[in-house]
């Protein structure tokens, strides 16, 4: 039993490992040296194949060595990114760039890839239907659907999306060119505003990060245009003095922040935007962020149990606190403090929760103390990056998960060399999930 514990409290820092290229060293140590006790035709169904879900598929594999039979239900051909999706935004990357198929998830790690949607599950029958019409019986579902977009938190907003004149591209993907397209179309001396809805949502830094990228575009190419900043906060959510330092010195006169202006509808025919308390604002280019709440599916199950927005889950295996068997990851989940909605923090999530499957499908005690990290990289321009990073571990006592103390921290300024480095993490994460 000690080897057993030691051998699965060594999963937190797999993610680390991992990450630096040992994912496939890390899964033999463990399944070489405890495993081959999985039940035959144990099944585990994977919902979606972005950062929480494309990872835990692959791990289950590893840490089961491959005994585990493992079915990912994405409808995307392909992996889209939503990291590095803004700098397709201010044009010097394309979708291309930040795009990975499933096809290894298959080839080197048996996963059975279906390009569908999960139409409803049933956690008492523990089957899934696909919206093509069969069903999946599963031992253990893995849910990773990333957020909902709550379109009535902005009135007029779901029309105007529909009609593709106010777009979120919140979603990497044909949005996200679709924006870049209003962009290119804007004459210079127009107005770009983003609105920022009140945290939790989706990538705390993200907006800003957008911000500097259409800020860096239209300084190359439209200089006398704005780019305005409409945040439902008190203030910024990440990274703040870094961020207003580059919006007031390398973005001077082009970008402009505004605190506690919270959107509650929008007018697409006049480019208008309302807000509860402030004066409303009119822009030529409007990406307004609705509020944000756990994955349609997850939410549509009953499993989104914290204030009918976010998943709770038991923090050691990320079992749904409401559907046993049910794991959920990512986004979609109830965060602990100080834990950001992150893709490499979905990916974190996803090595615990493979682990703990793995561990109680064989009969093995789960980590008692499981850690995961995060770093959120974000460019300034083209070329120059910020980053935050974090450490977090399983504090028993608690339940949850807690920051450690003195554990990561930020940059002192933007530079190319960071901006390497959040290319490798790139890479990397999308290697160590899909590769
Ligand atoms: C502009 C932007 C920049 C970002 N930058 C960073 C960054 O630099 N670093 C970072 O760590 N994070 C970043 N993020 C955040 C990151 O993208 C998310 O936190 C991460 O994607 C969450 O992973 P997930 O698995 O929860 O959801 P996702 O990665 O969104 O995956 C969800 C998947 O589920 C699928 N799905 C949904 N419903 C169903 C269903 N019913 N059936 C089957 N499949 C379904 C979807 O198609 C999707 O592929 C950024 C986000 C944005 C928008």
């Not at 239900?73 to 939503?82: H, K, L, R, Y």
Request: glycine share 8%.
């Amino acid at each position: 039993m000690m080897q057993r514990r030691h051998l699965l409290r060594g999963t937190g820092s797999l993610g680390l490992l991992a990450l630096a290229g040992c994912a496939s060293d890390t899964g033999a140590m463990l399944t070489s040296t405890a495993g081959g006790r999985v039940p035959a035709k144990t099944r585990v169904l994977v919902v979606g194949g972005g950062y929480g879900g494309a990872t835990a598929a692959k791990y289950v594999r590893l840490f089961s060595g491959q005994q585990i039979d493992v079915t990912l239900i994405e409808p995307n051909e392909a992996f889209v990114s939503c990291p590095i999706s803004n700098l397709v935004l201010g044009g010097s990357k394309t979708l291309a760039d930040i795009t990975t198929p499933y096809t290894s998830l298959s080839r080197n790690h048996g996963v059975r890839v279906i390009k569908d949607m999960v139409a409803s599950i049933d956690p008492v029958k523990k089957v899934a239907v696909l919206a093509s019409g069969p069903s999946i019986a599963y031992d253990k579902l893995i849910l990773s659907p990333g957020v909902d977009l709550m379109w009535d938190s902005i009135a007029g907003s779901r029309a105007a999306n529909g009609e593709g004149r106010i777009l979120q591209a919140w979603q990497a993907g044909p949005e996200t060119l679709a924006l870049r397209r209003q962009l290119e179309a804007m004459p210079d001396g127009g107005v770009y505003a983003i609105t920022i809805p009140e945290a939790p949502y989706r990538c705390p830094p993200g907006p800003y990060e957008r911000a500097c990228q259409v800020a860096s575009y239209f300084k190359a190419a439209k200089p006398k245009s704005k780019v305005l900043i409409l945040d439902a906060n008190q203030d910024v959510t990440s990274k703040g003095p870094l961020f207003k330092k580059v919006w007031a010195e390398q973005y001077k006169g082009i970008v402009e922040y505004r605190s506690q202006h919270k959107a509650t509808a929008v007018d697409a025919k006049t480019g208008t935007v309302k807000f509860e308390i402030q004066d409303d604002v009119k822009a030529d280019v409007l990406n307004v962020l609705p509020t944000m709440r756990a994955g349609a599916i997850a939410v549509q199950t009953g499993l989104a149990n914290a204030n009918a927005r976010w998943c709770n889950v038991n923090y050691l295996s990320f079992e749904s606190t409401v559907a046993k068997d049910i794991h959920v990851l990512g986004d979609s989940i109830q965060v602990a403090p100080g834990m950001p909605k992150s893709g490499h923090m979905a990916n974190s999530h996803a090595k615990v929760a493979a682990a703990a499957i793995v561990a109680e499908l064989s009969g093995w005690e789960i980590n008692p103390a499981p850690m995961l990290t995060n770093t959120c990289y974000s460019f300034t321009d083209a070329k120059n990056v910020i980053h935050v990073a974090s450490v977090h571990e399983y504090v028993a006592a608690e339940k949850t998960f807690k920051t450690v103390a003195g554990s990561g921290g930020v940059s002192a300024a933007p530079t190319e060399l960071e901006g390497n480095y959040a290319w490798n993490w790139a890479r990397t994460i999308w290697a160590d999930a899909l590769a």
